[in-house]
Nanobody, 118 residues
């Protein structure tokens, strides 16, 4: 059974930074695609970044160079480093993982709240 556990959420002031982590178990991490999504109240869940098994990263348009996604195979963990936070970044952040050969079988974490306010 694939399990994902997010951590690192919390509160930040505008312009501040937070680092999220997603630890994955139950799947060979080296062949897993890991993605970060977020969902603000009353809005649809949106892709923030996805990290291919080989390490290449794609970002949502709204990231605009502020976020950096990465993965550490030694720790079975993916990260989302967020800088230049604005109140519009307030959302629950989720990570998702699936085997690169089986994209239809995805697993989600429970989410971690990020709140940006002054």
């Amino acid at each position: 059974q694939v399990q994902l556990v997010e951590s690192g959420g919390g509160s930040a002031q505008p312009g501040g930074s937070l680092r999220l982590a997603c630890t994955v178990s139950g799947i060979a991490f080296d062949v897993a695609v890991v993605a970060w999504y977020r969902q603000a109240p009353g809005k649809q869940r949106r892709l923030v970044a996805d990290i291919a098994s080989g390490g290449s990263v794609g970002y949502g348009d709204f990231v605009r160079g502020r976020f950096t996604a990465s993965r550490d195979s030694a720790k079975n963990t993916a990260y989302l480093e967020m800088t230049g936070l604005t109140p519009e970044d307030t959302a629950v952040y989720y990570c998702k993982a699936y085997h690169r050969s089986d994209p239809g079988r995805e697993s989600w974490g429970q989410g971690t709240q990020v709140t940006v306010s002054s």
